[in-house]
């Protein structure tokens, strides 16, 4: 059962227009939330987190959204650039009940020139 | 952020044979992990690496195949024993500050 799915495996967005990655959870008890890039041969690198009693947070180009009624995330970049391309995985976690995140299955986002 | 230092970065082995990969990390970091990432799929926690006792393992995954040794805070090692081609795949390290994971550059293992 995955817990944490991104349901579009791609996503193609024209440089200076909005990119929008979305994420579904389905375990309530999630209760903090984290956005990752990945390039090809490297680590993820950590974007940006929300908890669950906010329902948004920003850094820079980046936005994160979380509506928990509907247990979904989403993160907006705001304007898109070339050097965004990459995979972004979204991941869920529970305070207070372990360490383990779990992961999204990614979302390839390819930002053209 | 929090450093992490993992080597080797890639490496082609023969089936049945054992390599170990290692993982440095700063000490901000409080916890050590391991995932794994299969071509096409996302990742998946391997087991937490604890200071000076056994790993402890998520399912599917047991310690004879993925032995885990952390002898101090800051660094680790996972090997992956008896390899075969099911075992290619990217192998990464993670340290844990807060809330926040932190991840090594990852290993790209590929067995022939």
């Known amino acids: 059962d995955q817990q944490v799915k991104q349901n579009s495996p791609s996503l193609s967005v024209q440089e200076g227009r909005i990119s929008i990655l979305n994420c579904d959870y389905t375990?309530?008890?999630?209760?903090?939330f984290l956005w990752y890039k990945k390039y090809p041969a490297e680590g993820p690198t950590f974007l940006i987190s929300?908890?669950?009693?906010?329902d948004k947070n920003e850094d820079g180009r980046f936005t994160v959204f979380l509506n928990k009624s509907a247990k979904h995330l989403s993160l907006h970049i705001v304007p898109s650039q070339p050097g965004d391309s990459a995979v972004y995985f979204c991941a869920a976690g529970v305070h207070n009940a372990g360490n383990m995140l779990t992961f999204g299955g990614g979302t390839r986002l390819m930002v053209k020139p | 952020s929090a450093v992490i230092s993992q080597k080797p970065s890639r490496d082609i082995c023969q089936r049945g044979t054992s390599l170990t990969i290692q993982c440095q990390v700063d000490?901000?970091?409080?916890?050590m992990f391991w995932y794994r990432q299969q071509p096409g799929q996302s990742l998946t926690l391997i087991a937490t690496?604890?200071?000076?006792?056994?790993?402890?393992?998520e399912s599917g995954f047991v310690i004879d195949k993925f032995p885990i040794s952390r002898p101090n805070l800051t660094f680790s090692t996972l090997t992956v024993s008896n390899m075969s081609p099911e075992d290619s795949s990217i192998y990464l390290c993670s340290g844990r500050k807060g809330r926040e994971a932190f991840f090594g550059q990852g290993t790209r293992l590929t067995v022939v």
């Open positions: 929300i908890s669950s009693i906010k």
């Open positions: 690496a604890n200071q000076g006792s056994e790993a402890t393992y």
């Open positions: 375990n309530s008890m999630f209760d903090y």
């Open positions: 000490s901000q970091v409080t916890m």
